[in-house]
């Protein structure tokens, strides 16, 4: 049986909140690419099996919505014996571009184990490990667990993959067979904006190597059944422009590429995308949209700017919704994450929102805010929001959002779009809120 590749999360992954609260850190959207795409069409040109290591909590969204089944947790379980032929093991966190795409096809045909490390701060970005050093590990461990037992008598008591990455990280570099500077990794939110911004031609002409598009003018590639509406401004000089099946866009748009719009996306007429957009499938968009990454589900239907932000799934941004991506000193910009300050070396930097979240009509969003899922805002955002909190600040209120409360909203939401809900999509209301528990309890003013 072919190599197996391991898509893991490490504990680095949580410092990519509020982006990976809901979705596993190898689902994140960068320059309309995301490196389970990569690690799929991996998985599928070497006849490798794809299995996922993540947090907990998101086990069984892995398993319905991505097809990926988690790894066993201890080393007696028959499954593990699929993996005798080795493993590609692949931190979650790697940026999806094409470089990566190509440094991960590079170290499957490594023959030998190695590993890359973060030389910032030392965690595994990829390694491999041979079908023989993944026996001799698996019988170190169950041998610990009983010196006097058979190998197959059980094991350390320790999870499995952990045994594996700790071996894992005493490999030696795989050297010269991978460039290392092809690898980049998210370690902050902005990380994915400035990642975006930079690799959004390149991804988009990956792409069109990926599927068979017509050109209707040039360098505007369509899918099956994409309506252009009349009257739009087109210029590609700076990159390409892809809309997949059923996009709709209106009238009297300014379309500058790079841009990439998912299957069944609508773009409102009057709309001004430029400088690089990735729009999700079934996201409707309108107003100005400027170098920005817009996930799966999320509307943004009407006039407002929004630029050098990322917007989860299931986001709604009422009417005149707008936010500042520039200084007015027109300086660096800095962002507080929880209790760390962050500097970002960007000057263009908008919002981060998580999934789920709303804004009324009119709502201003100040430059570099962080706002957390399933949080509803009013007014100006001066501050980073909680997750599951009314944040009217202006009024001077701010409440807790209980969590039936955005059940029963996810529920209408899902109706509008036709999407059934799940259970697991029920439970994972409840799960990101207790894991949000900390940031709330740093908001003394929350009622």
């Not at 680095?12 to 994140?28: C, Q």
């Not at 990566?100 to 910032?120: P, R, T, Y």
């Not at 999934?355 to 201003?364: F, H, L, R, V």
Request: hydrophobic residues 35%; contains cysteine; negative net charge.
């Amino acid at each position: 049986m072919p190599m197996t590749i391991i898509a893991f999360e490490d504990s680095k992954a949580s410092d990519l909140h509020p982006i990976t609260i809901g979705r596993p850190a190898y689902a994140i959207t960068c320059a309309g690419l995301r490196l389970v795409d990569w690690l799929t069409r991996l998985s599928e040109s070497t006849g490798s099996g794809l299995r996922g290591q993540i947090r907990p909590h998101l086990k069984l969204i892995q398993k319905l919505d991505f097809e990926i089944e988690s790894l066993p947790p201890t080393f007696d379980d028959e499954d593990w014996n699929d993996y005798e032929d080795g493993l590609l093991l692949v931190n979650a966190r790697l940026s999806p571009t094409v470089s990566v795409g190509e440094a991960l096809l590079q170290a499957a045909k490594h023959g030998q184990s190695g590993v890359i490390i973060d030389q910032q701060d030392q965690s595994i970005l990829v390694a491999r490990v041979t079908g023989k050093d993944l026996h001799a590990i698996r019988q170190a461990a169950m041998a610990n667990a009983n010196p006097d037992a058979s190998p197959d008598a059980g094991t350390t008591g320790r999870d499995a993959f952990e045994v594996v990455l700790e071996a894992a990280a005493k490999f030696s570099p795989i050297g010269e067979a991978v460039n290392s500077k092809q690898i980049g990794v998210f370690r902050w939110p902005h990380d994915v904006v400035k990642c975006h911004m930079t690799q959004m031609e390149s991804s988009m002409n990956h792409r069109l190597t990926l599927a068979d598009y017509t050109e209707t003018s040039d360098g505007v590639f369509v899918g099956k059944n994409v309506k252009i509406g009349q009257y739009a401004v087109i210029n590609t000089d700076d990159g390409p422009i892809i809309f997949e099946d059923n996009c709709s866009i209106g009238p009297f748009c300014y379309l500058s590429g790079p841009i990439y719009a998912g299957a069944n996306a609508r773009v409102i007429e009057h709309s001004a995308l430029k400088d690089g957009v990735a729009l999700g499938h079934t996201t409707k968009t309108g107003g100005e949209v400027e170098a920005s990454v817009i996930e799966p589900y999320t509307n943004k239907q009407h006039h407002g700017f929004l630029g050098h932000s990322y917007l989860g799934s299931w986001i709604n941004l009422g009417a005149g919704t707008c936010n500042s991506d520039l200084k007015n000193t027109y300086g660096k910009i800095n962002i507080n994450y929880g209790d760390e300050k962050v500097a970002t070396d960007m000057q263009f930097l908008g919002c981060f929102i998580g999934d789920y979240s709303k804004t009324a009509i009119n709502t201003s969003i100040f430059t570099g805010k962080v706002i957390g899922v399933c949080s509803m805002m009013y007014g100006f955002v001066t501050s980073n929001v909680p997750s599951y909190v009314n944040y009217a600040r202006l009024f001077g209120q701010t409440s807790l959002l209980p969590t039936d409360v955005m059940i029963n909203t996810q529920k209408r939401m899902f109706a509008r779009r036709k999407v059934q809900q799940r259970e697991c999509d029920m439970q994972l209301i409840r799960d990101m809120y207790q894991i949000t528990a900390a940031e709330r309890s740093a908001e003394p003013d929350i009622l």
